[in-house]
């Protein structure tokens, strides 16, 4: 798949911007601050419909433009997939102040019609590499269920659907848990809760299982090249509630056993994860909150068993994350039988000479890859060459010109 035209309207320093995006590999070129990076978010916003910069979608709306009566941004993109044009449209809308303070409205337009952001997900697709993507492996929890919602809501379909309304069901049950802690009442109450919980939980569960596996099987392929047959790297699924492990062990299984939990079906993960919910009724309302499901997920590399999270030098962590994002690629094709448009932000600066060279070589079997970077000399001529080179300087894109 890949971008033939891209507006923008508004969308941060990009007031206006219409261009004709080549099918190759498109290197972007500037000096700092100039909107290389918010090029990559605005098509990285295409495939998840979320920023991997702002903490706000407001924030994405031009500085001027927020002056105006009606502030808005607009990202459209005309895309290949399957041989088939395809027009995505996002606009942010800031309605006027009312009671409760400016609200912003997000309406996403697939081929002219007006679709939800569930509906539309995995329209486009993407896979952005940044090199503070290291937080994966060694930040919080919440860092790699973020990175397996973005991957898996692409690519699943009626993942983005069961996560928002697991997440819906999380907070209400939430609520019901505090009230029942504070004020008391008929416990009972949670019985339709937990039936949602585990119905969606489920689904959820499952597909991270089967996904996990299978971009462990491409990682550690490719690390393995990487490493030259050094290390082994794994990745490690520890399901808040587990399908494969008894009850009273849930919380002890060492991070170095393996546990195949591909053998269970959507039921079985349902019915064993409601009965726990059971188990655990008491001991929720006390607390006041959900302690099992999806939202309290981990996952841990390793490699040769030790892990990389806590252990890893900071080489092994970058040769992890290159090969869990060519993984994530190589994911992507299999599933969809296309190739994701690929983002990469200045990520060859944090590079040494072989990764560089490997990440290239995987960059050439893309239909399309855009890549920012200060410097030109950071590549090789031959490679500069065979890209298309944009200038990117306050705001506006010129193609520069490459002798014969
Ligand atoms: N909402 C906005 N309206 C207008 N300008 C904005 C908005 N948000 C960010 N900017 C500005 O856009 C500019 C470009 O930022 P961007 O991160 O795209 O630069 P860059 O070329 O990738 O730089 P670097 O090489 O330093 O990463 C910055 O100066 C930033 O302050």
Redesign the pocket.
């Known amino acids: 798949m890949h971008l033939t035209h891209l507006s923008l309207t508004n969308f941060?320093?990009f007031s206006r911007l219409d261009v004709e995006v080549p099918r190759q590999i498109l290197l972007?070129v500037?000096?700092?601050?100039?909107?290389?990076?918010?090029?990559l978010?605005a098509v990285y916003f295409l495939a998840t419909f979320t920023s991997f910069?702002?903490a706000h979608d407001r924030?994405?709306?031009?500085?001027?433009?927020?002056e105006e009566s009606l502030p808005f941004a607009r990202v459209v993109a005309d895309f290949q997939r399957g041989g088939k044009m395809h027009r995505l449209e996002i606009r942010l809308i800031q309605d006027a102040v009312g009671a409760n303070g400016a609200r912003l409205r997000k309406e996403i337009l697939m081929d002219g019609v007006k679709r939800s952001m569930q509906e539309a997900m995995g329209s486009f697709n993407a896979v952005l590499f940044l090199p503070q993507m290291t937080q994966i492996l060694e930040g919080g929890p919440d860092e790699r269920r973020r990175y397996l919602n973005l991957t898996l809501s692409q690519i699943v379909p009626g993942y983005a659907q069961a996560l928002t309304e697991y997440v819906q069901v999380v907070t209400q049950r939430n609520a019901l848990l505090k009230q029942l802690a504070e004020r008391g009442g008929d416990s009972e109450q949670l019985t339709y809760w937990d039936t949602l919980l585990a119905q969606r939980g489920a689904f959820l569960i499952q597909e991270r299982i089967r996904a996990l596996s299978e971009l462990e099987r491409l990682s550690a392929r490719i690390h393995d090249r990487l490493t030259e047959g050094r290390e082994v790297l794994r990745l490690v699924y520890r399901p808040a509630y587990n399908p494969a492990v008894a009850l009273r062990t849930q919380y002890s299984l060492p991070i170095e056993t393996t546990v195949d939990r591909s053998g269970f079906t959507e039921e079985q993960i349902r019915e064993g994860f409601l009965a726990r919910l059971r188990a655990l009724r008491a001991e929720e309302i006390q607390r006041g909150v959900t302690t099992i499901g999806p939202h309290r997920d981990e996952v841990r590399f390793t490699a040769n068993g030790i892990d990389l999270g806590d252990f890893g030098s900071r080489g092994q962590v970058r040769t992890a994350l290159m090969a869990l994002k060519l993984a994530e690629v190589a994911w992507m094709r299999e599933k969809i039988g296309e190739w994701p448009v690929l983002l990469l932000?200045?990520t060859l600066a944090e590079l040494d000479l072989q990764r560089r060279a490997d990440l290239l070589n995987a960059l050439r079997e893309c239909d399309q890859a855009l890549l920012?970077t200060?410097d030109l000399n950071m590549f090789h001529e031959a490679f500069v060459r065979q890209c298309t080179v944009w200038q990117?300087q306050a705001?506006c894109v010129q193609r520069v010109d490459q002798p014969a």
């Open positions: 941060r320093a972007l500037g000096d700092n601050a100039q909107g290389k990076t918010t090029l978010e910069h702002a924030q994405l709306i031009n500085f001027m433009a927020e932000d200045e920012t200060t990117v705001g």
